[in-house]
């Protein structure tokens, strides 16, 4: 596996840095959705596993939001600040992990995964996937293209 | 017609203007074993967006990696919830008065 850079979660401000995914996390759905996503490999990263994520030190979340604007067709966003991320996974055992992964569209791109004892998870654990919805919350996407 | 799934959160345009979506590899994702090229699916994140297109494949890492392509970006329907609520609404009823 070629070597991707993590963001180093000890220097940002955790409690102001904002994670975003496209997507209604609130849906039924959203907990089989996540480990559905996680699995599936990164053509331009091979060997990662995890879920797509935008990111960007010192951005807000209407920043983060416009970034996606020409990909994210998504009714709602599903957003947290990284340290709900890290107070949920650490409350059943995870560690947040962010992987710099942008691609061609989005230059904000990472890669959420979860570790155990510092060891990435192959597949989005149940108790994790719950963890994850329990922090994000869910808006409106005010830039998505009108249908 | 098969159901895959994507999060849609990368959409590759095509220079023709057909979008092409990442999938993930049979390996990976057991709704993506036994695809086969060209094959007619229907993309799917549930409660968020769903689009039909094609399947195509390329080599990758000693595996074969899926893509969906659609026709263009208007192929992709918002199927949220509240989205679907609202359409049934706007949509006058049958039912004779």
């Known amino acids: ?147 | 017609m098969r159901e895959v799934f994507s999060d849609f959160m990368r959409l590759d345009r095509l220079p023709d203007g057909r979008i092409r979506i990442p999938l993930g590899t049979a390996e990976a994702a057991d709704d993506l074993k036994n695809l086969r090229e060209g094959e007619r699916v229907r993309v799917c994140y549930p409660g968020n967006l769903a689009a039909e297109g094609i399947v195509e494949s390329e080599p990758w890492q000693g595996t074969r990696y899926w893509y969906a392509v659609l026709e263009s970006e208007q192929a992709i329907r918002d199927i949220h919830p509240e989205t679907l609520a609202q359409a049934d609404e706007a949509t006058p009823s049958a039912k004779p008065a």
């Open chain 1, 1 to 147: 596996m070629q070597q991707i850079p993590l963001v180093d979660l000890s220097r940002i401000s955790a409690l102001t840095e904002i994670i975003l995914r496209a997507g209604d996390a609130s849906d039924q759905s959203a907990h089989r959705s996540m480990q559905d996503a996680y699995v599936r490999p990164d053509p331009d990263y091979p060997g990662l596993v995890g879920l797509s994520t935008l990111f960007r030190p010192g951005a807000s979340l209407d920043q983060l939001a416009r970034a996606g604007a020409h990909v994210f067709r998504h009714r709602k966003l599903s957003y947290s600040v990284i340290a709900r991320v890290q107070q949920e996974f650490g409350a059943v055992g995870y560690e947040l992990v962010l992987y710099v992964t942008p691609n061609a569209q989005l230059a904000d791109h990472h890669t959420l995964a979860v570790a155990r004892a510092g060891s990435i998870q192959p597949a989005l654990p149940d108790d994790a996937a719950e963890a994850l919805i329990r922090a994000l919350t869910v808006v409106d996407n005010p830039y998505r293209p009108h249908p």
